[in-house]
């Protein structure tokens, strides 16, 4: 199970963008990297091109590079704080029937970040 995953609320703590918060909009696990959302901007300039019939003009585009997984750390939902994470089993009755799920909880404040599934 990943410790970020794509949606959750992180803070950069190192870095060129130390401090900021963005959501998650990707996780690359091969890579060991995370795109957040609004940090780590980076502009490539790309030339004109025939596309088709078209004609494309030359323009500079603003994207959000992937930056390393540890430079960033996860804001907890219950108590709005940047914090580490840990794994925790928990019964959960899905369908009539009850199982063990694993979900991550905040190591600050105990509470669960995901929801065991009903």
Do not use: W
Not at 31 to 52: D, F, P, S, Y
Not at 90 to 102: D, I, M
């Amino acid at each position: 199970m990943k410790r970020i995953k794509k949606g959750d609320t992180v803070k950069v703590i190192a870095g060129k963008d130390k401090g900021e918060e963005g959501e998650v909009l990707q996780v690359l696990p091969k890579e060991n990297r995370v795109i957040v959302n609004g940090v780590n901007l980076m502009k490539r300039h790309r030339k004109a091109r025939q596309v088709g019939r078209q004609q494309l003009p030359a323009q500079i585009v603003e994207f959000d590079a992937p930056m390393d997984l540890s430079n960033v750390m996860l804001i907890c939902p219950s108590c709005k704080q940047p914090t580490r994470i840990g794994f925790r089993f928990v019964q959960s009755s899905k369908g009539g029937q009850e199982a063990t799920v694993k979900v991550r909880y905040c190591k600050k404040c105990d509470a669960n970040i995901d929801k065991p599934e009903q």
